[in-house]
């Protein structure tokens, strides 16, 4: 089956099984490693994506439903400033995910301040509720956005309620 949608803003196109798991096809036919395959039951968000501007677990969407999607992947952001801020207060307090969830959160994160430009801590809890790893607690992901939140304010950029 030929797929075609667009990937961090450029129109592809491929052949392949359409029950193929959009997870792997980022892996496997697009060299994309940001999202990763854990749990292949959407529990544990390391294979979260931007799918039509909404966090999605790519390993619970078949190939074929991604016909005519915009798909944003964790390598699709890395380079923006916004990402730039998270990833500064990520290593401003020592907040280091596991090689497995840390660009999931990274985009989940991206995601929160997107939509909350300074979180409360209930809508930190609601974005992140679809991540399951124990690599790093709740109150270091706290502070590492407020540190996030914190940088982008100082910047003269969003930050204001």
Do not use: W
């Not at 790519?58 to 074929?64: A, D, E, I, Y």
């Not at 596991?98 to 959160?105: D, E």
């Not at 995601?111 to 609601?126: K, M, S, W």
């Not at 992140?128 to 109150?139: A, D, I, N, T, Y």
């Amino acid at each position: 089956m030929t797929v075609s949608f667009l990937l961090n803003g450029k129109s592809v196109s491929l052949d392949v099984p359409p029950n193929k798991r959009l997870v792997d096809v980022l892996r496997e036919d697009f060299h994309l490693e940001g999202a990763r395959p854990g749990c292949y039951a959407g529990e544990c968000g390391a294979c979260t994506v931007f799918v039509n501007g909404e966090l999605t677990h790519s390993c619970l969407v078949p190939v074929f439903a991604a016909q005519d999607t915009d798909i944003i992947t964790y390598e699709g952001l890395a380079d923006t400033q916004e990402m730039k801020y998270i990833l500064a207060g990520f290593d401003a307090v020592h907040y280091h995910p596991c090689a497995n969830c840390r660009q999931s959160r990274l985009l989940t994160a991206y995601a929160l301040l997107t939509t909350h430009p300074v979180p409360e801590r209930r809508e930190i809890d609601a974005f992140f509720s679809g991540h399951r790893c124990g690599c790093s607690s709740m109150g270091e992901l706290y502070t590492a956005i407020e540190q996030a939140v914190d940088m982008r304010r100082r910047s003269g950029r969003h930050g204001r309620r």
